[in-house]
């Protein structure tokens, strides 16, 4: 378990800032959440001016001490290449699959394509900010993908 608090995050940000770093934030999406959850979420995100963030559903893989009812998982334990901590593997609570999904990228997108932000990014050499924009298309793209999956499942 993580030891430390919220308000360590804060400070950190608030130094990180004050010192011109952008910092890359990974959050670990709970299938507890709802919509309100992921608003809070992006609030939180823009006070703390992340600039680029990585959000992956709770995975419980073995040997990570998650334990998880079986019957809450949605993707078979020998179907491997769903379990790459991209793919929502546990049925989330409050909201529809394809929802969950929705939120993933509205909150995605709402730090990473934030016009202040994408015009940050000039500061940084072309070659990066090409690999910036790749980056945000192939997430979208994948995230994308699984919404659509999950909205019509075959």
């Given at each position: 378990?993580?030891?430390?608090?919220?308000?360590?995050?804060d400070?950190?940000?608030?130094?990180?800032?004050?010192?011109?770093?952008?910092?890359?934030?990974?959050?670990?999406?709970?299938?507890?959440?709802?919509?309100?959850?992921?608003?809070?979420?992006?609030?939180?995100?823009?006070?703390?001016g992340?600039?680029?963030?990585?959000?992956?559903?709770?995975?419980?893989?073995?040997?990570?001490?998650?334990?998880?009812?079986?019957?809450?998982?949605?993707?078979?334990?020998?179907?491997?290449?769903?379990w790459?901590?991209?793919?929502?593997?546990?049925?989330?609570?409050?909201?529809?699959?394809?929802?969950?999904?929705?939120?993933?990228?509205?909150?995605?997108?709402?730090v990473?394509?934030?016009?202040a932000?994408?015009?940050?990014?000039?500061?940084?050499?072309?070659?990066?900010?090409?690999?910036?924009?790749?980056?945000?298309?192939?997430?979208?793209?994948?995230?994308?993908?699984?919404?659509?999956?999950?909205?019509?499942?075959?």
């Open positions: 378990m993580k030891q430390s608090q919220a308000s360590d995050n400070r950190a940000l608030e130094v990180l800032n004050a010192n011109g770093v952008d910092c890359y934030a990974g959050v670990i999406v709970s299938p507890a959440w709802g919509h309100g959850d992921f608003a809070r979420l992006r609030k939180k995100l823009r006070e703390l992340i600039k680029f963030v990585n959000l992956q559903p709770l995975t419980p893989l073995p040997g990570t001490g998650i334990e998880v009812d079986e019957g809450r998982l949605i993707v078979d334990r020998k179907d491997y290449a769903r790459d901590l991209a793919n929502v593997t546990i049925r989330p609570e409050k909201m529809a699959l394809a929802d969950y999904y929705w939120e993933i990228i509205r909150t995605y997108n709402a990473l394509l934030a016009p932000h994408v015009l940050s990014h000039r500061k940084y050499p072309r070659y990066m900010q090409w690999r910036l924009a790749k980056g945000v298309w192939r997430v979208n793209r994948q995230y994308r993908r699984m919404y659509r999956e999950a909205r019509c499942p075959s």
